[in-house]
């Protein structure tokens, strides 16, 4: 079993840095590619760290994930909110997932109140900026070690 984790983002997040930094600040989706690279190593981990602006891009990348990975952390994005299709790839999953959003999606408009992905999620992060994708990585690790 190998204990690489695929990390997913889902659209508008290449564009991380300069869009709406009020809401999702001003680090770039390279910096947090770059910050979990440095915490990987710490913790011992393998990680792939993807973005894609395309529904079909990234549920052929949770597919490929299901027998290549030991578990994935997601930003779906938009995708969160609208994706049958991805929660469907997530539920043929079997490694734990970690849902995470930089903003506090709950304190903004009513559509983003519900998660497709949540159904599939292990656990959820929101509203602790890009620190939320550290913060899922330990709590992976956390978990990868449990079942060891
Ligand atoms: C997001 C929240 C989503 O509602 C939004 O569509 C995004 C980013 C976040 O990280 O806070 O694109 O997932």
Not at 38 to 49: H, Q, S, Y
Not at 86 to 99: G, N, Y
Not at 126 to 143: D, E, I, N, S, T
């Amino acid at each position: 079993m190998t204990s690489t984790i695929l990390i997913l983002n889902g659209p508008n997040l290449n564009l991380l840095g300069k869009r709406q930094p009020h809401i999702y600040g001003h680090e770039t989706l390279a910096d947090v590619e770059a910050q979990c690279r440095a915490l990987a190593v710490e913790l011992g981990l393998a990680i792939e760290f993807k973005q894609s602006n395309a529904e079909h891009q990234l549920i052929d990348w949770i597919h490929d994930a299901r027998e290549a990975a030991a578990g994935l952390i997601i930003n779906p994005a938009a995708f969160t909110h609208t994706s049958v299709a991805i929660l469907d790839a997530l539920k043929t999953c079997e490694f734990p997932i970690l849902e995470v959003h930089i903003s506090n999606v709950h304190q903004r408009e009513a559509f983003r109140h519900h998660s497709y992905v949540s159904l599939a999620a292990t656990g959820v992060i929101a509203g602790f900026g890009v620190h939320g994708y550290q913060l899922a990585l330990r709590h992976m690790a956390h978990l990868l070690a449990r079942k060891t």
